[in-house]
């Protein structure tokens, strides 16, 4: 891609073009007789009736006009270079923004993975995860996945309405560092349904050094090919429908100098140094890295910072051992690219833009990706990187959106008895005597951060849309009452597949009598 031709917004979809210029030509052709017939339209039902059949011809037939729902996604990349986190991110997060976000991925690099460290964080959250909960769960964002690989961490967060239609979770990972053995290089991943449609979302960090370009592109191709999912129709990332990739690939901007680099910086030129970027030039000879679109770079190179500040590295020349020392230059090495699967696969012959379908006719579930913002935050100074963030509209029409179970409390709840619930199972899927129901507090942070927690009926699988009563043990039940949901979660699809409407725990007498709530006597509290 000429890093010149940008446009402001990236754009991908997977409806063909050649299609969209043939349903506006269909279009023309049908408005033009139905506008006629529309001014000519009196009280004859035979008129009436051949507008309304032009009017359903004209919109039916026409696949632009297949209604979508649009999501937003905002997705952070930062190497943090072993720091521990800052107090504040939310300018990271742009919590305010409209229309509001639906899903948060974060890719992180470099997370502090010394031996103590990185077996306390397995043991729980590491201090990254913990702060982004900390942040999104007031806001009824939870924690979907996450996966690490040493220093390598992916996140995901969702919006807490769309979680029954999440499903088909898996995480995978791929070492590249030292011959395949160390995970300090690599990639993980996260795969998923949304709505139906197909996600992969990979977090890479890639061979760093100037000179390493070309081993940077074989991993990058290595990992592609190397994580495969147990999904048979979605086996390996590019089968999937929309993927994107964030990290640090560490692609660095040659043949430059230094004192020209950080002019062009200082002087708001950065489109000088766009041709010199390494992975811009990678993709003019490598087909599959065609296939990936990136924005416009408009913000400064995010590598490498003097620490704490928005200065680039000032640090003084030194010789180590008898080497040389020097100033890193400026680069791009924090990246967020994106592809969108082609409805037919391109021939090696074929020029055509790999994101774009090939395939004639309008696809009845479209998916279209459009970047609206891809920017850095210099305000952050823990690490000598500075993140990167991207937002994109998805546009796509949902394959389902009913949930697996529908899922509801009976009756009224506290802690001084044991109460009801019912669930049912609206569809199909692989269900299991191990899946159980949580009792969430509104505003939990994961699927496992839960009151208490029912195991299914364990006797027999549930029939298609059988009600099934199970009973809650009044000691799980909280003593102070509140507001709270509850979740079916399924064990093979590693998802919460039904979520009931909020409810109102009432605090127990028990609560009363310990002093832990004040009494409250004809509407007054005592």
Known sequence: ???????????????????????????????????????????????????????????????????????RLHMVTWNVATAEPPADVASLLHLDVQPPTDLYVFGLQEVNAAPVRFISDLLGEDSWSHVF???????????????????????????????????????????????????????????????????????????????????????????????????????????????????????????????????????GRLHLLWSRDQLMMMKKNEPFLQEFEEGPLHFKPTYKFDRNSETYDSSPLKTWLGFNGKKRKPAWTDRILWRVKPKTPLSENDDEKASISTEDGPDEYPLRVSQDEYTSDMSYGVSDHKPVIATFTVELRKHFDTPLVHISPLGVWCADHDALLTYTVQEDFMSSTWDWIGLYKVGFRSAFDYETFVWVRKDDLPEINEVIKISVDKDGIPLLGGHYVLGYYSTNIQSILGLSASFHILESKQAVVEGLVPENVNGLNK
């Open 1 to 71: 891609m000429d890093p010149f031709t940008y446009s402001p917004h990236g754009r991908s979809d997977s409806t063909s073009s050649s299609a969209s210029r043939g349903s506006k030509v269909f279009l023309r052709q049908r408005s033009t007789p139905l506008l006629t017939r529309v001014e000519d339209m009196s009280s004859d039902d035979e008129a009436s009736e051949e507008v309304t059949r032009s009017l359903d011809e004209a919109f039916q037939l026409c696949g632009r006009f297949i209604p979508t729902d649009p999501f």
């Open 133 to 267: 909960m900390d942040a999104l769960a007031p806001r009824g964002f939870v924690k979907v996945s996450s996966i690490r690989m040493q220093g390598l961490l992916l996140l995901i967060f969702a919006k807490q309405i769309h979680l029954p239609y999440i499903r088909k979770l898996q995480t995978t990972y791929t070492r590249t560092g030292i011959f395949g053995y160390w995970g300090n290089k690599g990639g993980v991943s996260v795969r998923f349904s949304f709505y139906g449609h197909m996600v992969c979302i990979l977090n890479c960090h890639l061979a760093a050094h100037m000179n390493y370009a070309l081993q940077r592109v074989d991993e990058f191709e290595y990992i592609l090919e190397a994580q495969d999912f147990d999904i048979c129709d979605t086996p390996h990332v590019l089968d999937h429908k929309v993927v994107f990739c964030l990290g640090d690939l560490n692609f660095r901007i040659a043949d430059h100098g230094l004192h020209f680099i950080r002019s062009s910086i200082n002087s």
